[in-house]
């Protein structure tokens, strides 16, 4: 099993000042300003990238990949 993080941004809280990207470069980056990311990722500096966000933005959800 392997535990999947499902990422939520809330665009229009979104400052684009790019703590997501900073923090997991590999699911987030800043596309015209608005922070985009990837729908799901198992690397866990999603959540440290949640939790960067100052605007709150991100939703961050474990979901166990039981296929996986
Ligand atoms: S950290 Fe939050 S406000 Fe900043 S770019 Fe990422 S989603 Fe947008």
Request: glycine share 8%.
């Amino acid at each position: 099993m392997t535990t999947l993080y499902r990422i939520e941004i809330d665009r229009s809280l979104c400052s684009g000042f790019g703590a997501c990207a900073d923090e997991a470069g590999d699911a987030f980056r800043l596309e015209n300003g608005i922070a985009v990311a990837v729908a799901t990722s198992t690397d866990p500096r999603v959540l440290d990238a949640a939790d960067a966000c100052p605007m709150g933005a991100i939703t961050v959800t474990e979901v166990v990949d039981q296929a996986a």
